[in-house]
T-cell receptor, first 114, second 114 residues
Framework: AQTVTQSQPEMSVQEAETVTLSCTYDTSESDYYLFWYKQPPSRQMILVIRQEAYKQQNATENRFSVNFQKAAKSFSLKISDSQLGDAAMYFCAYRSKGDNDMRFGAGTRLTVKP | KAGVTQTPRYLIKTRGQQVTLSCSPI?????VSWYQQTPGQGLQFLFEYFSETQRNKGNFPGRFSGRQFSNSRSEMNVSTLELGDSALYLC?????????????FGPGTRLLVL
């Protein structure tokens, strides 16, 4: 079964600094998508960034970028110039063509220090 | 476009009661998925509805059920509530429920079972 592992339950970063959140996944599929979702204290899950497995180029969205290592099954999220509003739970998620549902990691709680 | 809405936002029930939660997807979206989020188990997939039909189901007991209406609005029902059903219930919508589509989440319904 496909699993998603986030090995960092908590991370903290100084405002304006850079932080990287880790995610690994286990799959035998070749056709899949990876997602990073953010869940602030308000509880609404918001998509941060997504990556198609067939694309070698790492996705970027403004201050957010990923380091996608397909062979290593690794999908880390880098947040540059961290802002107070980035404080939230971050979930890594995976879904393949053959899956019935999205698989989520346990989440990483990010604290941003002023 | 309005986002995904869920009602009610908070609910308190007692053991043995039943509860119905509602989810209105983004206009034009035909797929609605439901998730249960708890501190211990994280985010777990309940089921997905597409065009009024349950397309996928997670590993939950039969006490958890759902339905979808012709306007794509979805409801989930939990009968004979147990203390362990206390959780945040999230719904998410996509256009067609394809694996590569981004899921857009609602704010969730917080259910407390006493």
């Amino acid at each position: 079964a496909q699993t998603v592992t986030q090995s960092q339950p908590e991370m903290s970063v100084q405002e304006a600094e850079t932080v990287t959140l880790s995610c690994t996944y286990d799959t035998s599929e070749s056709d899949y998508y990876l997602f990073w979702y953010k869940q602030p204290p308000s509880r609404q899950m918001i998509l941060v960034i997504r990556q198609e497995a067939y694309k070698q180029q790492n996705a970027t969205e403004n201050r957010f970028s990923v380091n996608f290592q397909k062979a290593a099954k690794s999908f880390s999220l880098k947040i540059s110039d961290s802002q107070l509003g980035d404080a939230a739970m971050y979930f890594c998620a995976y879904r393949s063509k053959g899956d019935n549902d999205m698989r989520f990691g346990a989440g990483t709680r990010l604290t941003v220090k002023p | 476009k309005a986002g995904v809405t869920q009602t009610p936002r908070y609910l308190i029930k007692t053991r043995g009661q039943q509860v119905t939660l509602s989810c209105s997807p983004i206009s034009g979206h035909r797929s609605v998925s439901w998730y249960q989020q708890t501190p211990g188990q994280g985010l777990q997939f309940l089921f997905e509805y597409f065009s009024e039909t349950q397309r996928n189901k997670g590993n939950f007991p039969g006490r958890f059920s759902g339905r979808q209406f012709s306007n794509s609005r979805s409801e989930m029902n939990v009968s004979t509530l147990e203390l362990g059903d206390s959780a945040l219930y999230l719904c998410a919508s996509t256009l067609d429920g394809r694996y590569q589509e981004t899921q857009y989440f609602g704010p969730g319904t917080r259910l407390l079972v006493l």
